[in-house]
């Protein structure tokens, strides 16, 4: 069993900031890639940042500059830095990781989702 684990969602006003995390835990021998996304009701799931193993990090252009992807592999652990929230952020974030887990015949890898953390921001 893999679970993502997310935290830091809430109720932030306009330009405020909400730090985001989510932690793997489970039973399994790696994690590749970890990321964010965002989705708002009845719209589709959006990408909204993500980071390799290896320290590579990329965020939606619309939140470049206000929103810091970061992760911390000894613990597994990604985290989303939001600062100048606006209401256009408001959405369920959810976590995401490419898991390896030792099988009979090697490593085999697989998508795992978090529930999900709500942010608000109010304008």
């Known amino acids: 069993q893999v679970q993502l684990v997310e935290s830091g969602g809430g109720l932030a006003q306009a330009g405020e900031s909400l730090n985001l995390s989510c932690t793997a835990f489970g039973n399994f021998a790696d994690i590749n890639a970890m990321k964010w996304f965002r989705q708002v009701p009845g719209g589709k799931r959006e990408l909204v940042a993500a980071?390799?193993?290896?320290?590579?990090?990329n965020v939606l252009e619309s939140v470049k500059g206000r929103f810091t992807v970061s992760r911390e592999n000894a613990i597994n652990t990604i985290y989303l830095l939001m600062s100048s929230l606006k209401a256009d952020d408001t959405a369920a974030y959810y976590c995401?990781?490419?898991?390896?887990?030792?099988?009979?015949?090697?490593?085999?890898?697989?998508?795992?989702w978090g529930q999900g953390t709500h942010v608000t921001v109010a304008s």
């Open positions: 995401y990781a490419h898991v390896g887990i030792v099988g009979f015949y090697g490593t085999e890898w697989s998508d795992y």
């Open positions: 980071a390799s193993k290896n320290g590579d990090t």
